[in-house]
Structure formats: structure tokens, C-alpha cells
């Protein structure tokens, strides 16, 4: 986001973080390319931490470890810390890159940070360049958390059918219908 509006990119896919090449070189995405970020902080990283078998729901299988971290299960908790780590070694990539204010996170990105704030903390620090850690760009939870793409979605709606523009559109074709 720059000035409040979102930078969609060319082809609108702008803001895809989940696919530089952050991950394990060779590993294949769904998305065609290889070597994801997103292979790496998500259930299917903790099912291969763990050694199961990639999962069939990834954000279901994430939050049964997560339930199993926070119950005190240290191998579940030791899986979580490696991908918080991940998701912070990523982050501090993109905030390298684009300089922001301020970073936010949701989906699961959230809970897994919560979970292992040591391991988040300390990877972000350590992949952020030096003259970033005086002031590092600062790393909250998203307000509306999961359904900040649907509130998005809908608010743009909104501003669309009452913008100046979209009122006058209205006017006007209501005058044409009211004079043909
Ligand atoms: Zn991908």
C-alpha cells in the first residue's frame, strides 16, 4: 500500500508475496514455480518438519500443531519455531525491498508468529539490512485478520458505486432514461 491505494502491478497480481524464491531451491510450487516461500510457512513446511505426510487442508494440519505446540508437545513446537523463522527471514526480504512503515501480517502467518515470537523476532532482525534495525519497519496482525481480502473487496464495492464519478454516472442515466 503506498498513500492508502494498493500497487496492484501490471497484469494486477502485484503483491504475491507468497512466491519469491525464499524457499528450498528445486521444491516445486503449485503455482509452477519453484522453490516458494510459500512451501515454507504453511502446514505442508510443518508436515515435512514432522516428517507426515503433506496434508491434505495445510491450515487445518497448521493449526493441529499449533494446538500441539502450545499443549506443550516440543517436537510440535520446535516445527513452529522453524517456520516462524522462515515467514520472519522472508518478511525482512520483502521489508529489504520495499522499505514500508509498517508490515502487517494475517492468515496463518499470525498464530505462527505468536507461537514462536523468539524465533519470528530473531530472524527478522538478523535478515534485515543494518541500517534497518534502528527503526525496523514494525510488524503488527492485520485488523480484519482473515477476511481483510473479503472487507477489501467490499469496501472498494462501495467506494465504486459512491464515488463523485459513480453518482454522476447514475445521474446521468437516469436523465437519459427519463427523456427517452
Ligand atoms: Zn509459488
Known sequence: MVNGRPLTGASGAGG???HPPFGTPGQRCPC????????????RALARHLADEAPDDPYDYAQSVLDR???GDPDAAAAVARVAAALARGTAGLANLHDPDIVTLDG??????AAATDAFD????AGLMTFHRDRPPRVIDAA???HGALSGAAAVGLDHLT???ALADWHDLHAREGGS
Open 16 to 18: 504475491e508475496v507468497g
Open 32 to 43: 509452477g514455480a519453484a522453490a516458494c516461500w510459500d512451501l515454507e510457512v504453511d502446514g
Open 69 to 71: 505446540a502450545e499443549r
Open 108 to 113: 496463518l502467518a499470525i498464530p505462527l508468529r
Open 122 to 125: 530473531t530472524a527478522y532482525t
Open 144 to 146: 480484519h485478520r482473515d
Open 163 to 165: 464515488s463523485e464519478a
